[in-house]
């Protein structure tokens, strides 16, 4: 087994995910074997990205320098772990997220792969000293952490195990960035992440407003898709601070310091999501998006393009 010429990614598990990242990884002009353990499955992923690629062609969309054609070219499927992992330097794992499935795919791998082969994981639950507990040498394995659609949002945290080498984080940072997607690197792991630790406060504060009728559902949120949201998109929360005071980030806080700490101080205990008090903010959501198929593939679409828009503007700012 060669991995020493790193033009072949394997990607385990042929799902939304294992088919958004071999988009990627063929975008950027690398080979991607695709496995899958249901048989077919990985076969049917490539029929299915064949048609996302000519659609994106179409629409001026596609990512890379490569025809859509050219890009289909470097993808090859497999119904066996093995014959998938043949050449791979770097393994990307996009299976169910459950921890014992992905402690017995890394297992199954490390067996199966150079000691060389760097061992990524897409979970976005899981922390790398759960997920890579069952390996022997984990100085190799990460989380890349990917958002959906990672072929329009292209953030990718990397994760480390207590024990992943530095070279590793390295790599990892330089292909994610070959294939342009935005890697950001975590120093150590965290429940969460940094992606879903913002998410869940911004959750936890809007539901908390809705539940004690301060605001409704729909306003809550406009102020984050016409406020916050309008600034996200380029600027983080840092630099919005940075710029939003005539001195910067340290006259930000002198003058808004006080109010912030104060605010905060407000904030309830964590809201229950699930139980009675949850009925109403519910109810007044489906109000506005009936939980029918139709009705949430309908705003689904719609969120999808809208990103693509946005991901055009990015690209050309
Ligand atoms: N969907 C998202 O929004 C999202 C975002 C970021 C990260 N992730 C993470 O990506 C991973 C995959 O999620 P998904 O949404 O693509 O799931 P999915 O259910 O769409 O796909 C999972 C695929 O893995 C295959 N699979 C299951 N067990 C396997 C095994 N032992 N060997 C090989 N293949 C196997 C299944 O057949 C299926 O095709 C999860 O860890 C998830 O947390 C998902
Ligand atoms: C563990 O993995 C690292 C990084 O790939 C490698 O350099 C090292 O030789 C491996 N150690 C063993 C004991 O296999
Ligand atoms: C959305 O839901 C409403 C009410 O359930 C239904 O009448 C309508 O057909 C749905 N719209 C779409 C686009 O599916």
Known sequence: MSSSNMKIITVVGSGLIGRSWSMVFISGGYSVKIYDNQPGQSANAIKEIRKQLEELEGAHMLRGELTATQQLALLSSYDDMAQALE?????????????????????????????????????????????????????????????????????????????????????????????GQAPVRLRKEIDGFALNRVQAAIIAESWRLVQDGIISVKDIDLVMSEGLGMRYAFIGPMETIHLNAPEGIEDYMKRYGVGITRVLNSFGPVPDFCGEGSKSIVNEMCELIPNDRQNLSARTERRDQLLMALAKLKKDH
């Open 87 to 179: 050449g791979a330097f770097f393994v990307q794992e996009c299976v169910f997220e459950q921890l014992e499935v992905k402690q017995s795919v890394f297992q199954d791998l490390e067996r199966l792969v150079g000691t060389d082969v760097i061992l990524s994981s897409s979970t976005s639950c899981l922390v790398p000293s759960d997920v890579f507990s069952k390996v022997q040498n984990r100085s190799r394995c990460l989380v890349s952490h990917p958002v959906n659609p990672p072929y329009y949002v292209k953030l990718v945290e990397l994760v480390p195990h207590p024990e992943t080498a530095a070279s590793i984080m390295d790599i990892t940072h330089a292909l994610m960035t070959k294939v």
